[in-house]
């Protein structure tokens, strides 16, 4: 048996997609070529291709624009920042909102004129013609070259309907101007609601054309919008790395871009900076605030020999580190590898409205053909035949459809955003409603983030206050974030903070200084060790078992005793546990994923009521547990708030992050949650299924609208006044229908 031809993968960047549909047809194309995989992601515009030696990656790009799009290899350089990237041309957002402006400004009048006589002075129906031309040509240019590549390649998507439409009424507009009896002075466009048969060689639909292409482009503007955000998970995560560095060249410090950092050179780390790059520690002793990185809320000790990674932050001493990863082979790099891949493995976006155009726009255009040939062969005159036919079109046209997606999520979102919830865009609601499962991390989402003093245990004969002030007053002198946790719970409880005296850091391991008349030691069994401090048993049990709760203690000796033992913690939110209930309420089954110990773990969610925990994983660990929970057949929303969660909350079928997080797991999460409060996931998950079931229900009654006018349409008995008032009608209820969500409450 011979061995399967081997295989290489490639990302294109793919060019000029308007719907899912136009996704779809990519990837059938791509696969028919021989040996060929590919998936085409419409929301990220990429496609990933897997393909045999025998294809070339010319054949592959040629197939693209061949299907009538543009295709390019994806760049793997990195990133450019906001600093890079400049002004240097308008982004597709800018540009819509550029022309879906003008639009409007242009549109307001037309429609006003048509649907209120008192407006319509001598000759007003040549300013709507003046008005509607550069909304149609230009304000629709997309829309027309859009359904242009569709019919050369066989196919109809709703851009066809838009297209057909909005030129249909234009041109019998224009027709019934220059040919008919519309272009009179003192013409009137009275209202009349009578379903007759007349002669529609004077009936003008400029209002039905320019209502269309500026609610499809209010629509397409919000959607591009939402878009054009994905790509800043990346930019952000890129961004966390420190931008230069202090590098020892020959015995000299020089400070230079961080991307001209070589593999072996030394540098320095001063308290409070960032980590440049993964390396070794070479010389010093310090804490490391992973917390941005991994989420563990612990500091990390490190000295020489130990290693260390890039954009992590120096919370103590001065470091030297010898470089060992630079580039793309950091694991911040690797990190944003991952964000990408899951972000495109995601299933392209299929928007309801596209699903319905595939068999919709034939219909409709068949329709309109099939009135044209029958008219005409009973003998009717030949403006009755394509007035059937145009109004047809006409009636068709998803005026509200156009609206039911963008007001919905208008409203939603609005609501949202006064509630603490920020969602993306209309892909994210799809997810909401066969969400079962809910991965929360547990640092900065179910916890509070920050380490905080627990408890105080004085021995026998301490007293409690003093004990604090005491450990206080020495730890002042410290930047340790243990230290910073002792100082600020001195301060919680109203104690004054003492002079300290010959201050020392023991890196890694605590501090001494002089209180008063008192020798203070703080911090690890070790520096106790040193100094012949013997803890007394009561003492060693609390510690022990303040440890195995995956909390730090510190204890506390003077005047070569042991006083007592500080139990420094990550407190659980207050309203985690309510926040877990709502979850159950809702049908979902919350699982705690987090970097820590089991036993801290188990600990919080206890705490909270949460049975399933998955404990001590690597960053690259949660993406596999939201992979498999997936492939289990579980739909699973992801809730977390650091840079090591952002690749799972891409990966999740929905991603929620906590909005006191990063910037990378804002970015790459669908919905945003404001309030460091885990009560809004419950909230945010009902908010978005209820504007689902409100995006639903307009496009069931956009669809209805239009199947119920098009039999009238084809039989020649739809005015133009009723058409209008009919389609004026349906967008008020649509519009209406989403107005309710501001009515919210979760």
Known sequence: MSAPAPERSIELEIGGMTCASCASRIEKKLNRIGGVTATVNYATEKARVNFPESVSTDDLIAKVIDTGYTAAVHSREPVKTADTEGDSAP??????????????????????MAMIPALQF??????????????????????????????????????????????????????????????MAGMKHPFSFAIVRGDSSSALYFEVAATLITAILAGRYFETRSKEKAGSALRALLELGAKDVAVLRDGVETRIPVGELQVGEEFLVRPGEKIATDGVVVQGNSALDMSMLTGESVPVEVGPGDPVVGATVNAGGLLTVRASRVGADTQLAQMASLVEEAQNGKAPVQRLADRV?????????????????????????????????????????????????????????????????????????????RIDTVVLDKTGTVTTGKMTLAEVIPGNGVDTDELLAVAAAVEHGSEHPVAKAVVAGAAARGLGTEQVEQFVSHGGKGVQGLVGDRAVVIGRTELLDDWSIQLPEVLAAAKTRAEQAGN????????????????????????????????RALGLTPILLTGDNAATARTVADQVGIDEVIAEVLPSDKLDVVKRLQAAGKVVAMVGDGV???????????????????????????????????????????????????????????????????????????????????????????????????????
């Open 357 to 433: 155009a595939g068999v919709f726009v034939p219909i409709v255009i068949a329709i309109a053909i099939t009135a044209l040939g029958f008219w005409l062969g009973t003998g009717a005159a030949v403006s009755t035949a394509f007035g059937a036919a145009v109004a047809v079109l006409i009636i068709a046209c998803p005026c509200a459809l156009g609206l039911a997606t963008p007001t919905a999520l208008l409203v939603g979102t609005g609501r949202g955003a006064q509630l603490g919830i920020l969602i993306k865009g209309p892909q994210v609601l799809e997810s909401t409603r």
């Open 122 to 183: 001598t000759n007003w129906q040549w300013l709507s013609l003046t008005l509607t031309a550069p909304i149609v040509v230009w304000g629709g240019a997309q829309f027309h070259r859009a359904a242009w590549v569709n019919a050369k390649h066989g196919a109809a998507t709703m851009d066809t309907l838009i297209s057909l439409g909005t030129l249909a009424a234009f041109s019998w507009s224009v027709y019934a101007l220059f040919f008919g009896d519309a272009g």
């Open 552 to 583: 730090t203690a510190v204890v506390v000796a003077w005047d070569g005793v042991a006083r007592g033992v500080l139990v420094i913690a990550d407190a659980v939110k207050s309203t985690s546990a309510q926040a877990i209930s709502d979850m």
């Open 91 to 112: 982004s597709a957002t800018r540009r819509l909102r550029h022309r879906l402006l003008v639009t409007l400004a242009l549109a307001v009048p037309v429609v006003a």
């Open 644 to 746: 090591n969660d952002a690749a799972a909350l891409a990966q999740a079928d929905l991603g929620l992050a906590m909005g006191t997080g990063t910037d990378v797991a804002i970015q790459a999460a669908d919905l945003t949650l404001v309030r460091d409060d885990l009560r809004s996931v419950p909230t945010a998950i009902k908010l978005s299924r209820a504007t689902l079931r409100t995006i639903k229900s307009n496009l069931f009654w956009a669809f209805g609208y239009n199947v119920a006018a098009i039999p009238l349409a084809a039989a020649g008995l739809l005015n133009p006044m009723l058409a209008g008032a009919a389609m004026a009608l349906s967008s008020v209820f649509v519009v209406s229908n989403s107005l309710r969500l501001r009515r919210f409450r979760g």
